[in-house]
């Protein structure tokens, strides 16, 4: 019987060794291939990239991440949707940037200094488990996002075959193309995106251009005062456009040294965000705007969307402008590959067994569950846009509430008071019950004073035109109330150390 025993372990053993043969084979095979198989784990010092370079790449993937057409589309958002004119539009949106992406720079100097994913970096703030909530919703932006990036790169697709693709192709070719970058990793992806913002700023230029030919109507077009209410609304879907890359700011900026200055990091950030979003929705106003006055720009709209707008705008261009719509179309992969990075580190953190799962498969996995998605979605466009983004900000305000509280006040800003090792350890993570509480808080106030079509909270409602500030007071009353629910947490869990 012993003798039993002692062989079924010896089978079991070698079965054991002869799987981890397999997928150490596997994954070294996938690595020669150029495909990125690290996970979520802590990026050490040797692993990190010096040197000007690396820096800039972190402002040149915030450029190229939101250069494309969505971008464009939001800032069409405030004549077509709120009723505000191409002046109030753009100063809504100027405001609203510098605010919002503040919190998204300041995070992403996270990075650097601990090496960590951004979801990792929560866990030290809401703990191992309760962390799993704000992976879903993180998830459920991402793959919004991408879901929006996906339609409006195929629309575009449409418009250049002039009908002769469908809106559902063009989705599966944008959806794919971005996939097979983002499954080389960072590295890859730097280098992407360090060139991609350069020929798609080009290409908008094109549009600019021939859009500025029609500035005098644009101009003449008549609206009504801007109210308080159309103002904060729309200010809530911009904030809801930068202010959410905030739970995925260090996934890009983990392999810099640590000794990179901060101020340097933020700086990077804050330009790559604010550059592109405040152009390039001020642009999209304008040509929205446009096509409330010219016959020709609204025909093209309602025949193909955002895509039929384009072509009808660049109509000088000829024969080139199928060209510019295909870069530009193409050009959405530089959104939805680096979100699809993400994705697969926050389904990691989500899922923890998943770490043994290379992350090239969980990409592609997020990949299927998007397509569908914007497929559905695509006959209501504009619609979805609007809705989404207004809620994906009041999430993101009460995350990065807890998180700049947790690290200023009760870390007194010491990085060193986050232990690496602690990373994946349950047991010596905090309870995360005072995040979860303070979120809960904020949770009640962006009810009380958030203004969608389907609701209007009774806060808002005080405000001329229901007003949404439902991201500014959710912030608020997160950071805030995490005050007395984290002393109350620390009192009750000694284990807790770095405070």
Not at 14 to 33: G, H, I, Q, V
Not at 387 to 407: E, K, M, P, Q, R
Not at 473 to 496: I, N
Request: hydrophobic fraction near 50%; glycine fraction near 10%.
């Amino acid at each position: 019987m012993k003798y039993a025993d002692s062989e079924k372990g010896s089978l079991a053993s070698t079965s054991t060794n002869s799987l981890k043969r397999n997928y150490d084979a596997f994954l070294t095979k996938s690595t020669k291939l150029g495909l990125e198989v690290r996970g979520i784990q802590p990026v050490t010092e040797e692993e990190r990239t010096p040197g000007l370079g690396a820096l800039l790449n972190i402002g040149a993937i915030w450029l190229s991440a939101n250069s494309t057409v969505l971008t464009l589309s939001t800032g069409g958002l405030g004549p077509s949707s709120f009723g505000m004119s191409a002046r109030d539009t753009c100063l809504t949106i100027l405001f609203f940037n510098l605010l919002g992406n503040l919190l998204p720079s300041y995070l992403g100097t996270f990075g650097p200094k601990l090496g960590m994913r951004q979801m990792c970096i929560a866990r030290y703030s809401f703990g191992y488990f309760p962390v799993i909530l704000v992976c879903l919703l993180n998830l459920v932006g991402m793959i919004g996002f991408c879901s929006l990036n996906a339609v409006s790169g195929g629309q575009v697709l449409s418009a250049v075959s002039s009908g002769g693709l469908s809106w559902t192709v063009g989705i599966v070719i944008i959806a794919v193309i971005a996939l097979f970058v983002s499954f080389a990793g960072l590295k890859l992806l730097h280098t992407f995106e360090r060139y991609a913002w350069m020929v798609i700023t080009i290409m908008f230029i094109f549009v600019a251009g021939c859009a500025g030919r029609q500035l005098d109507v644009i101009h003449s077009v008549a609206f009504e005062p801007a109210t308080a209410g159309s103002v904060l609304s729309f200010g809530a879907v911009i904030l809801g456009y930068g202010m959410t890359w905030a739970p995925l700011a260090s996934d890009f900026s983990a392999y810099l040294p640590a000794e990179t200055p901060s101020w340097k990091v933020f700086t990077c950030n804050y330009l790559g965000l604010n550059l592109p979003l405040i152009l390039l929705q001020c642009l999209g106003a304008c040509v929205q705007v446009g096509a409330m006055a010219i016959p020709e720009w609204s025909d093209g709209y309602d025949a193909n969307g955002l895509g039929g707008l384009l072509d009808a705008v660049m109509m000088p261009l000829k024969g080139f402008r199928k060209f510019v719509l295909v870069v530009l179309a193409l050009g959405i992969s530089t959104n939805n590959a680096p979100t699809i990075y993400s994705c697969s580190l926050t389904l990691q953190t989500f899922l923890p067994y998943l770490l043994y799962v290379p992350r090239f498969l969980l990409s592609t996995v997020a990949t299927g569950v998007y397509l569908p998605i914007a497929i559905v979605i695509a006959t209501r466009f504009e619609e979805a846009l609007n809705n989404f983004l207004s809620c994906l900000g009041y999430w993101t305000a009460l995350f990065g509430g807890v998180l700049i509280i947790d690290h200023l006040l009760f870390r007194r800003g010491n990085f060193a008071s986050y232990d690496i090792a602690d990373w994946d350890s349950p047991k010596r993570l905090p309870f995360g019950v005072a995040a979860l509480a303070a979120g809960l808080c904020g949770c009640g106030i962006v009810v009380v004073s958030m203004s969608q079509i389907w609701w209007t909270g009774p806060l808002a409602a005080q405000i001329d035109g229901g007003g949404d500030i439902a991201t500014e007071l959710g912030f608020a009353v997160a950071a805030l109330t995490y005050m007395p629910f984290k002393w109350l947490e620390l009192k009750l869990d000694r284990r807790q150390i770095g405070y």
